[in-house]
């Protein structure tokens, strides 16, 4: 471990240094991972021999990094390597910062749980490991990156039996003068470390507690009377310390509980989760989310059943009106965003499945930068995955990312416009409040003029005249869409509108292009008198275009009028005085011929019926006198005759029962 080949690689160290004393020198550094992403680490710096007696055998550097290595606990700074480079020793560790930097900005909960930690290590390295820590101080301690903190100076660990009174009297020279017992050569160094720890509590609650912190005015008379104690005997057990109520209080039991969660049965486990989150809101949430907000996010939380039921739902998600989940955004973005961004990295089903479940809640909380370099390749794996539900629930939470990083980005560019907007197109009504938005907007007349929610220039006058491609006054007006989506549908050049391509739509349903315009309130110019014969008819068929051009003629400007009963929308031409012509009979040619003869044929059903005044037009019942004629019906050309079928086998497909089937 001591050499050049146990260096990170891809090291890449800060130049500007964090703290330094007579052995070594801190830098923050980064160590590049397999998934293209950084690791923090901490780098301590020193010369491998440094004058002293005490370091004659082994200098402090190399001291601590064998200590290191040995003493492993959760609360003790992690090792991770070290090697020689030149004249200079290197230790990587966890990436910490000292505590005197970070002192200042902690609060009471946080300082409560920083001193039990390094009161857990002192338990383990002294009562357990059977070794002294004879530098105990604010020098020795960090914090790492979640806000716990780590018990450092391992260069001043001995073991217990190798600690005398020459050694203590050799290390007086580097050790913390203010924690020094006056005592001590009398005692061969027995309870040194309740000793430093008693001033360490003092020193950091006389800086951070507030007056209203329970049990801290308590705890520092304990520290003065007990720990502090003339009497080396009467000194209590660190063990019998972490009894005190001060390390005891609802928010120390609860997070020192998800440290040791491994450690319970799955009745302690369920018990304690069902009633978490009502014992968690009696807290600040900031002291709350930088505390346990990881470890409320660990794997053995997400993977109980009692948690992903009672607990999980309140953490990832955020507090609103609707929700009482326990974090605001800000809290949410600043330290739980950053937990679900390292653990979106595992390769575990069940834990991407919970994250997927909640992803609508966070993946608004996060940077576009985030989202595209973090999340999406991490998101896009799990559609390559065997697992068919983890694949669905993938699926729809890249839906989720394609409005806020565009489908372009999620789905690739390569696409087109395959789909368009059939809806037929009507002109936006000014007294109606609820216009239907229209997300896919259709251009007209080679991309000049919008047909969606684009309303007509208040100065068209539309008793001008109405050409076939659709201008009235030389101002272009919007034209129906076809049912496709595609051009607007034309009858040749006459500006009329083939209804034959709207058979399938109701009227009801459809919105017209232009508003109704009452036929009566037109008005239609003589015209000389017909020269063709009675049979040949004209269509009283009147276009839309035929209206306007009329209008125009006149200076006459018709008032659009909304006509509800139908009734009112039959043409109705009047008689134009003085014009000759008389009612045409639209069935005339329907009449059968009949050829008249001498003989005077009268059907028995016409002896039989009385002719009243009422089966005669309206224009011959007054003063007509009836004149039976002598008629001979041809009866022949009412008879039907059946065409002659060609028989049809079965073979070529047109049986009977395809025909009954058709009949039905």
Not at 98 to 107: D, G, K, N, R, Y
Not at 613 to 629: A, I, Y
Request: proline share 6%; with cysteine; charged share 25%.
């Amino acid at each position: 471990m001591g050499n050049d080949t146990s260096k990170l690689k891809g090291l890449v160290i800060d130049k500007n240094a964090i703290e330094a004393n007579d052995f070594w020198t801190l830098y923050n550094a980064e160590v590049p991972q397999d998934s293209d992403s950084l690791r923090m680490v901490s780098i301590f710096q020193g010369e491998p021999v440094v004058n002293g007696q005490v370091w004659i055998s082994q200098g402090p550097m190399e001291r601590a990094v064998k200590n290191l290595m040995i003493y492993r606990h959760p609360y003790i700074l992690r090792y991770i390597t070290s090697w020689e480079q030149g004249s200079h020793k290197h230790l990587a560790t966890e990436c910490v910062r000292p505590l005197s930097i970070a002192l200042p900005t902690l609060t009471d909960i946080q300082v409560c749980l920083g001193l039990r930690n390094v009161l857990c290590s002192l338990i383990f390295l002294v009562e357990q490991a059977q070794a002294r820590h004879l530098n105990i101080a604010i020098s020795s301690i960090y914090i790492n990156s979640e806000g716990s903190w780590r018990l450092g100076g391992f260069e001043y660990v001995w073991k217990s039996k190798e600690v005398t009174k020459t050694l203590l009297d050799l290390a007086n020279a580097y050790r913390y003068k203010g924690a020094i017992d006056e005592n001590e050569a009398k005692t061969s160094g027995d309870c040194i470390e309740q000793y430093a720890f008693a001033v360490l509590c003092e020193e950091i609650l006389k800086q951070c507690s507030s007056p209203d912190t329970p049990y801290v005015a308590d705890f520092r008379e304990y520290c003065a009377t007990h720990l502090r104690h003339q009497n080396v005997a009467m000194r209590p057990k660190l063990s019998a310390v972490l009894l005190h109520p001060y390390f005891n209080h609802e928010f120390v039991l609860i997070h020192s509980f998800l440290i040791e969660l491994p450690l319970k049965n799955p009745q302690e486990k369920q018990d304690f989760f069902t009633g978490l989150i009502d014992r968690l809101r009696y807290f600040d949430e900031n002291v709350v989310g930088s505390q346990i907000g990881s470890l409320l996010l660990s794997r053995m939380v997400l993977l109980d059943t009692t948690a992903q039921l009672c607990v999980t739902p309140y953490v990832l998600k955020t507090k609103s009106e609707l929700s009482a989940a326990l974090f605001t955004n800000a809290t949410y973005i600043k330290y739980i965003i950053p937990r679900i961004k390292e653990i979106f990295c595992v390769r575990d089903a069940q834990i991407r499945l919970i994250l997927l479940e909640y992803f609508g809640e966070y993946v608004k909380l996060l940077s576009r930068e985030e989202l595209q370099d973090q999340i999406l390749p991490n998101l896009l794996l799990g559609i390559k995955d065997t697992n068919d539900i983890l694949v669905a629930k993938t699926l729809r939470c890249l839906a989720d990312l394609v409005p806020l990083l565009g489908s372009d980005v999620v789905i690739g560019g390569n696409r087109a416009r395959l789909f368009a907007d059939g809806r037929p197109q009507a002109l936006p009504d000014s007294t109606s409040h609820w216009v239907e938005p229209r997300s896919i907007t259709p251009v007209m007349g080679g991309g000049e003029f919008m047909v969606s929610g684009s309303p007509l220039p208040d100065n068209v006058d539309v008793s001008g005249s109405y050409n076939s491609i659709g201008e009235v006054n030389g101002v272009v007006m919007p034209q129906r869409l076809s049912p496709d989506g595609g051009e607007d549908v034309h009858n040749g050049t006459d500006g009329e509108i083939d209804e034959d391509a709207w058979s399938d739509w109701e009227n009801e349903d459809r919105q017209e292009v232009a508003p109704p315009i009452a036929i009566e309130s037109l008005i239609i110019e003589p015209q000389p008198p017909v020269t063709s014969p009675p049979s040949v008819v004209q269509s009283p068929r009147i276009s839309l275009s035929d209206s306007f051009k009329t209008s125009s003629s006149n200076s006459v400007v018709a008032t659009p009028k909304i006509i509800d009963d139908i009734s009112e929308l039959d043409i109705k031409v009047q008689k134009l005085p003085g014009s000759g012509n008389e009612d045409i009979d639209f069935f005339k040619d329907m009449e059968p011929v009949i050829q008249k003869s001498t003989t005077t044929i009268i059907p028995e059903a016409l002896l039989s019926s009385t002719i009243t005044d009422e089966k005669l037009p309206s224009s011959k019942k007054s003063n007509t006198v009836l004149v039976v004629e002598d008629v001979k019906v041809d009866s022949s050309r009412f008879e039907f005759k059946a065409p002659e079928l060609e028989e049809t086998t079965a073979e070529a497909g047109w049986g009977d029962d395809d025909i009954d089937d058709w009949g039905q």
